[in-house]
């Protein structure tokens, strides 16, 4: 049982360049979230998604879209990526209800755009 | 719109000894979920525990223990006989209990040391 994968695990982009993070758990989660962790600042929700299809934004989207085509899959885009976008990148996955409510993670991407 | 606070960035602790790092959230609804993880140097990000806001008794697991108090909103860890293994940042996180379009928000995090 893999859980929540994040691939890739480490990429530099250069400023202007564009790249797509992919997200896939297998726990057949409905809820899926994006956040990105900075030193200081802790986890801040970029978008999230309640279902295949939805998508809504968080605390920080500016600067980046989603997609939730199928409900295992949760893709991050940058589409100009800036200095400002480096960061780890966490995806996370959770049911809507239950006794098991907390966030599954990924191991994390870590993003430098240069 | 829901807030997590965590106080103490940074905080150290004898080895076998108790540490208790807050946590105070501010909301205006009644059913929700709280949790702790811990982020130890792999980036990891492993559930600690987790109470439901409903429940009066405080959650432990193991030398884990929370102090939840809901009428002030806190939602304290204590770590007892702290292992060097605690070292890690640690994390509040809240979620909604009733809100369909709810979402995970986590505190800024403190940075426990565990000194041999």
């Known amino acids: 049982n893999a859980g929540v994968t994040q691939t890739p695990k480490f990429r530099v982009l250069k400023t202007g360049q564009s790249m797509t993070l992919l997200c896939a758990q297998d726990?057949?989660?409905?809820?899926m979230y994006w956040y990105r962790q900075d030193p200081g600042m802790g986890l801040r929700l970029i978008h999230y998604s309640v279902g295949e299809g939805t998508t809504a934004k968080g605390e920080v989207p500016d600067g980046y879209n989603v997609s939730r085509l199928k409900k295992q899959n949760f893709l991050l885009g940058l589409e100009s990526a800036a200095p400002s976008q480096t960061s780890v990148y966490f995806c996370?996955?959770?049911?809507?209800?239950?006794?098991?409510?907390?966030?599954?993670f990924g191991q994390g991407t870590r993003l430098t755009v240069v | 719109a829901q807030t997590v606070t965590q106080s103490q960035p940074e905080m150290s602790v004898q080895e076998a000894e108790t540490v208790t790092l807050s946590c105070t959230y501010d909301t205006s609804e009644s059913d929700y979920y709280l949790f702790w993880y811990k982020q130890p140097p792999s980036r990891q990000m492993i559930l600690v525990i987790r109470?439901?806001?409903?429940?009066?008794q405080n959650a432990t697991e193991n030398r884990f223990s929370v102090n939840f108090q809901k009428a002030a909103k806190s939602f304290s860890l204590k770590i007892s006989d702290s292992q060097l293994g605690d070292a890690a940042m640690y994390f509040c996180a809240y979620r909604s209990f009733m809100n369909r379009d709810d979402k995970i928000i986590f505190g800024k995090g403190t940075r426990l040391h565990i000194l041999p």
């Open positions: 109470q439901e806001a409903y429940k009066q």
């Open positions: 996370a996955s959770s049911y809507s209800h239950g006794p098991y409510t907390e966030a599954f």
């Open positions: 726990m057949n989660h409905e809820y």
